[in-house]
């Protein structure tokens, strides 16, 4: 059997499934082809309220996951004003790969590195929402 034969949906739930037999509280965050076009899902293994309150928390749409992961990339530390500029180009780097070039330029493993640490750190945010706030807005 070929494991891409197997639709996502019930990969993640075997995953979600094998973490809940653990005691661990898990959200999956996924991207799947649909018509053509990527599209972000999200599962979970805290039953259909916590599901529920984790979509209307998360309100992950189509392209949330590209843009943070451009934001993540693009983010840059604010450095003081007395920095020589040779210091300054030298410290105007991506913190996660280290790379100055824009978005457009990283590799497609760069990029896909990105991708996989929003997808990592949101999943590890949902798995335990505040009670009181919603904890992403897009």
Not at 51 to 76: K, N
Not at 109 to 138: C, F, M, N, Q, T
């Amino acid at each position: 059997m070929n494991p891409s034969d197997i639709p996502p949906t019930v990969f993640m739930r075997n995953a979600l499934e094998a973490a809940e037999r653990a005691n661990i509280k898990a959200t999956v965050i996924y991207t799947v082809e649909k018509n053509g076009k990527q599209i972000t899902r999200v599962d979970t293994n805290v039953g259909p309220e916590g599901m529920a309150r984790h979509l209307a928390t998360a309100r992950i749409q189509d392209g949330a996951i590209e843009r943070a992961a451009v934001a993540l990339h693009m983010f840059r530390l604010q450095l003081p004003s007395d920095i020589d500029a040779e210091t300054r180009a030298e410290m105007d780097r991506c913190p996660l790969c280290g790379e100055a070039a824009g978005w457009d330029q990283l590799s497609d493993p760069d990029r896909d590195g990105h991708r996989e640490i929003v997808k990592y750190v949101l999943g590890h945010a949902l798995a335990a929402p505040p009670a009181s706030a919603g904890l992403v807005s897009v």
